[in-house]
């Protein structure tokens, strides 16, 4: 079946938040379909993040989020694909692989000069599609804080 990618609007926040609930659910969190409404509704409301959607048949299979940010050293915007979803009906069927390439797609006609993604080095399968995407890993170590 065809897969279609469009950017998220206010009408695709139902279908979105329950995607959403579930990818939060994945890496654990519990689920609240309230929450994850709100914080899409907010992050699209004040152009936040950019959603892309994948849908097939109608319905909505995945989603992309991309926040912005911007490069001193290359004085350029970049992106980072923070979020990538695919309902587990969907998967292994070219979803995953629309969506990056809606990505990559989406940031070039923006003008960007790249965009950065982090994944879990155990997570094989994300890690497989990324490369087979033209996806390259670098072996920058990554620092963060709890506040």
Do not use: C, H
């Not at 992106?79 to 692989?97: H, P």
Request: aromatic residues 10%; proline residues 3%.
């Amino acid at each position: 079946m065809t897969i279609s990618i469009s950017r998220a609007g206010p009408a695709d926040l139902d279908a979105l938040a329950a995607l959403f609930d579930a990818y939060r659910q994945f890496y654990g969190q519990p689920s609240d379909p309230a929450l994850a409404r709100q914080w899409l509704r907010e992050r699209l409301r004040f152009g936040e993040s950019t959603v892309l959607l994948a849908k097939r048949a109608g319905s909505t299979v995945g989603f992309v989020q991309l926040y912005p940010m911007f490069s001193s050293v290359r004085t350029a915007k970049t992106w980072i694909l923070n979020d990538l979803y695919v309902d587990a009906g969907a998967r292994r069927q070219g979803v995953a692989r629309a969506l990056l390439d809606a990505a990559a797609t989406f940031a070039r006609e923006d003008g960007a000069a790249g965009i950065a993604l982090e994944t879990s080095r155990d997570n094989a399968a994300a890690r497989a599609l990324y490369l087979a995407a033209g996806w390259q890993e670098d072996a920058t170590q990554w620092y963060s804080l709890a506040l």
